[in-house]
């Protein structure tokens, strides 16, 4: 990935954690770095790390998942 378009994923995924909404343009622009990183990413055959790395990350994404809608009812609460 060069330097340019690294830096502006980074933006993108910046935003992403911190759960601010990006327009689909956007979204697909992130998705699809986020895939080449994956892509580029080498790991190590420790099987059990990865497994424990997955099981954090599921954990993680149900988190974000519970804080984005506790988030939106306290929009509309709010507003």
């Given at each position: 990935?060069?330097?340019?378009?690294?830096?502006?994923?980074?933006?993108?995924?910046?935003?992403?954690?911190?759960g601010e909404d990006l327009t689909s343009e956007e979204r697909a622009v992130?998705?699809?770095?986020?895939?080449?990183?994956?892509?580029?990413?080498?790991?190590?055959?420790?099987?059990?790390?990865?497994?424990?790395?997955?099981?954090?990350?599921?954990?993680?994404?149900?988190?974000?998942?519970?804080?984005?809608?506790?988030?939106?009812?306290?929009?509309?609460?709010?507003?």
């Open positions: 990935m060069s330097e340019a378009i690294n830096e502006d994923w980074l933006v993108l995924h910046r935003r992403a954690a911190r992130y998705e699809a770095g986020l895939t080449r990183r994956h892509q580029e990413e080498v790991l190590d055959n420790d099987l059990a790390d990865l497994a424990a790395a997955r099981i954090q990350v599921a954990a993680l994404e149900k988190e974000q998942s519970e804080l984005k809608a506790q988030r939106d009812f306290l929009r509309c609460v709010l507003n």
